[in-house]
Nanobody, 120 residues
């Protein structure tokens, strides 16, 4: 079983910054893609950013130039640095991690979600 623990959400003023973290734990993990999604009230969950095992990144247009996704493979952790935050970034943010455990068991796990609120 793979567990994800998120941290770093909170309340921030417009223009401020937050850094989200998501640590994966489990036995014999081989992690491939890692990503962040968000869901605002009344909206569907949307992809924010992804990063491959090789470090290639992808972002939705609305966060390009403001958000940076990164990963620490030694710690099985993915980060989302969010700068120049806007009220429309307010949402619950979820991490997603995909890979294999125990050498061959495929997994696709989600974090518990962390609230990010951008408001003055």
């Amino acid at each position: 079983q793979v567990q994800l623990v998120e941290s770093g959400g909170g309340l921030v003023q417009p223009g401020g910054s937050l850094r989200l973290s998501c640590a994966a734990s489990g036995s014999n993990l081989k992690i491939n893609a890692m990503g962040w999604y968000r869901q605002a009230p009344g909206n569907q969950r949307e992809l924010v950013a992804t990063i491959t095992s090789g470090g290639s990144t992808n972002y939705i247009d609305s966060v390009k130039g403001r958000f940076t996704i990164s990963r620490d493979n030694a710690k099985n952790t993915v980060y989302l640095q969010m700068n120049s935050l806007k009220p429309e970034d307010t949402a619950v943010y979820y991490c997603n991690v995909q890979g294999y455990r125990g050498g061959w068991l495929k997994f696709d796990s989600w974090g518990q979600g962390t609230q990010v609120t951008v408001s003055s």
